[in-house]
């Protein structure tokens, strides 16, 4: 029993030991001002300041990484969120999105942080400032109803929601 035991333990270290190789690409880019949500909205201080310390992490083209992001497996688990993350919606890419996504996303922004499922609950287990107080959500949300408005201001709502 323990001669197996020893030999499962060397067998988890040397895994350990070869996963370390395999790295991922880090989400560092530099940043095209053209795309950037600010390119397409108003951009207050504070929105930009409550959107980079809560959701640029996962939802930009930049993350701040942290220190122990440097072992496997914890870069495929934080590279999962964050590729996840800029699927759903890349606030450095948004002004490249169709109207209707552009104004979808705003919709959706507004749901996550009334529900509070944004940012990820394992996210704000360990980045305890990226939570949301209840007046940074209250701040988020006129911010993105502003931005449905002013859509529906300038462009005739078929472009903006499709018909049934
Ligand atoms: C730790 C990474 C992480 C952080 C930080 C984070 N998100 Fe997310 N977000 C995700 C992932 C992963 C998904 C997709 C899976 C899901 O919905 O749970 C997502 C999905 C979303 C969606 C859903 C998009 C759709 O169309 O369904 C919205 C909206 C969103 N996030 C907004 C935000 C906002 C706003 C913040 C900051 C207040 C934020 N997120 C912070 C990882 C993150």
Redesign the pocket.
Same mark, same amino acid.
């Given at each position: 029993m323990k001669k197996v035991l020893k030999k499962i333990g060397l067998a988890l270290l040397i895994l350990f030991v070869i996963i370390q190789f395999f790295r991922p690409a880090k989400n560092i880019n530099t940043v095209d001002a053209t795309k950037v949500v600010a390119a397409v909205f108003t951009m207050p201080d504070n929105v930009g300041k #409550? /959107?980079q310390k809560? @959701?640029y992490? @996962?939802?930009s083209n930049n993350t701040a990484y942290p220190w122990y992001n440097n072992f496997q497996p914890v870069m495929w688990y934080l590279n999962n969120?964050?590729n $996840?993350?800029k699927r $759903? #919606?890349n606030f450095d890419e948004f002004a490249t999105y169709k109207l209707r996504r552009q104004f979808?996303?705003m919709e959706? #922004?507004i749901?996550?942080?009334e529900e509070g499922?944004?940012? /990820?609950y394992?996210?704000t287990l360990i980045h305890s400032d990226?939570k /949301?107080s209840k007046e940074d959500k209250e701040v988020?949300i006129a911010w993105a109803k502003a931005n449905m408005d002013s859509m529906k201001a300038k462009y005739p709502i078929d472009s903006l929601i499709k018909k049934k």
């Open positions: #409550i /959107l809560s @959701c992490d @996962c939802h969120h964050v $996840e993350g $759903e #919606i979808h996303k959706e #922004i749901e996550q942080v499922e944004m940012p /990820l394992s996210y990226a /949301l988020l």
